[in-house]
């Protein structure tokens, strides 16, 4: 009977506070229920927006939920918003930061706002053991790397769920009272051992999807998607708000693999946003799962795989968004052309570049995050707002 | 089967959202595990307030958990505070008075502060068709009859949960995480169709109880005490806080019989601060349950009995503090020389005089409502605290 039982393990998981195995994406649309982002709609993107972004052209960004419902609204010139958000657990790696880099990309091509919502609270609940002082510093030093992302300070609302709760605590209780313990327990997996703080949550998580009277439009990861299929979606329209529309991705896979994701309890599997040039190489070189062959001899005659190899994905990703390098770095190392060190130095090369870039960007960014958050325009407005 | 299950139907209930039954006050006391107020207990408040309160000395207030550690502390100058509450569901009746009013009392002789919660956020996760609007206007209401009691404005802070919740939400994060969904589905009877609201609402209610590091002393009615046996007094210690003392009332009887306790839904079974005059009288005369006879003649030979009477229970409860005088009354009662209309009117002037003085009082507090909330000194002090 138990090996039965066994044999039900499901292959991957995917939940917002657990991602493992080897995920199948395919099946995650199917059981989601959400919509893959199909060429026509690429097309329609690039239609507005030039230029496709790598992460959107290479299919990272991969389902969706009424992004062609964004798009009408768009070009019947009604609008939309942006809402994306990070949980402040820990310091930030670059996994974090692609949904933000997409929907900097997004707020530049569309013109519209974003709301990022830093969620101390969820993460002060989820993590029983952390002291609030320390959810805060690193709440402050991930919001100083979301600032150095670009976005328009005047069209950019940053905040703190602790620091804004005053503004909105009204409507998330009409949000919450809404949502029944059955939904979130089969929604999160909730349990009798669950605290009543993480529980009480979701809602606010619903919130800022009716900060404005338009349609929202969340670019995050689709272990995210829950929040809006089981709880936003669900309640939206019995409050008179409107559903919020989703564009996910997939998951940036760890060094170590291309299973689950990048975890902030094992350094190796991520690239950290403070990791210095040294680090970034030694990590890369130590830890990238190759899809080399075990001698140089062996690599010149068989050639590797770059299915399997991080340091190829990550460049694929976002890294080398020029379509020809990446063929040529492709065609190289399956032909046994290109080591798989040259190709991870490739890698490295391209990590401290960005690490480089977003390390000014971020000393540069240091005086807007007081625009981010309490004077830009967007955020001004937002303070004089209280939501029922 | 389901006669025996019948059967065993609890004879009486009380919960804070239900109190229905002849409620027992002495099972009360065992299955809640608090102590009587005794004799002893009586002398030693008596030591240092002089007078007794009608209400304590009448034994309104019964039971209680830590008086004593209470007094010690205050007889050993390390001092105390006293927090009470007001869920603004609707308008006040006399019997939501009467905690405040015991409470008032407590700060006068004891010299203390006083706080004061407005769970407008509970009121509206509970009762889940009402407007925010409307939970805003009866708190607002509710908070002008309380400020007509006569709490000292530099020493009382009246704060409604909506407004104060950023200065006290990580404390709440930090109630919250340490109580799981199995402890208030146990204690508050918590179920799959309670909405998260509801249930995260328990957290904020023992905040005020950590406002300052002394103890805590709470004039509340016996419904509430499961928040602080099952929530505060079980995480206070664990928290680096101290657990809640409390003093607990019996419920004032509907003026239709000596069950359950006064309604909203059924306006006869109360008396509202806003009722005028002529009302009173009617109300009184009309349903107050009698304990006298059918007819004059048989009241006369028979006499009435004041066990029953709800009109001699209001007055011994709290409109008669002189013995000798409640003393007649029941006497004459009994031996059918005061009718039941006579006795009612007893009951009539008393309330009109309380009635009449509250309003004057309500109409002089209308300027001091800012100084209980924003810019009396406890105020002020509160606004520039934040707590974690």
Redesign the interface.
């Known amino acids: 009977m138990e090996e039965i039982i066994d044999s039900k393990k499901p292959e991957f998981v995917v939940t917002p506070w657990e991602v493992s195995g080897k995920v199948d994406y395919d099946k995650l649309i199917k059981d989601f229920g959400t919509k893959r982002i199909d060429d026509g709609l690429r097309e329609r993107m690039k239609m507005h927006t030039e230029k496709m972004h790598v992460l959107l052209k290479r299919q990272f960004f991969f389902s969706h939920r009424d992004l062609d419902l964004i798009l009408n609204d768009y070009e019947q010139k009604k609008g939309f918003f942006l809402y994306t958000g990070r949980g402040p657990s820990g310091p930030m790696h670059i996994g974090h930061l692609v949904p933000l880099i997409f929907t900097k990309w997004l707020q530049d091509k569309f013109g519209v706002n974003v709301y990022i919502e830093i969620t101390d609270?969820e993460k002060?609940?989820f993590k029983?053991e952390r002291e609030?002082?320390e959810i805060q510093k690193f709440a402050n030093e991930n919001i100083a790397d979301i600032a150095a992302i670009g976005f328009d300070p005047n069209k950019t609302f940053i905040f703190k769920d602790?620091?804004y709760?005053?503004n909105v605590?009204?409507l998330?209780?009409?949000i919450?009272?809404?949502?029944?313990?059955?939904t979130?327990?089969s929604a999160f997996g909730?349990?009798?051992?669950?605290?009543?703080?993480?529980?009480?949550y979701?809602?606010y998580q619903a919130v800022p999807t009716f900060f404005e009277n338009k349609l929202c439009l969340i670019p995050c990861a689709i272990d995210q998607d829950v929040f809006w299929r089981s709880v936003q979606r669900e309640v939206a329209e019995g409050l008179g708000f409107k559903k919020a529309a989703a564009i996910h991705s997939k998951f940036l896979p760890p060094l170590t693999g291309t299973e689950g994701k990048m975890s902030a309890s094992q350094a190796e599997t991520a690239v950290w946003l403070t990791d210095d040039e040294k680090t970034v190489r030694n990590k890369i070189m130590k830890y990238a799962f190759s899809g080399g062959q075990a001698t140089t001899e062996e690599h010149r005659r068989l050639g590797g795989d770059t299915e399997k190899d991080v340091a190829y994905q990550w460049l694929s990703i976002l890294f080398e968004p020029d379509n020809k390098k990446l063929r040529q770095i492709h065609d190289n190392y399956h032909s046994g052309k290109l080591l798989t060190g040259e190709l991870k130095q490739i890698l490295v090369d391209k990590i401290n570049l960005f690490l480089k870039e977003h390390r000014e960007n971020r000393k540069k960014a240091e005086k807007l995050v007081d625009k981010f958050m309490y004077s830009g325009k967007l955020a001004k407005e937002m303070w004089n707002k209280n939501y029922?």
Chains 1, 2 share one sequence.
Do not use: H
């Open positions: 609270d002060y609940v029983r609030w002082k602790s620091e709760i005053k605590y009204p998330m209780l009409k919450a009272r809404k949502i029944n313990y059955s979130v327990k909730f349990n009798e051992q669950t605290n009543i703080g993480l529980m009480f979701p809602a029922e």
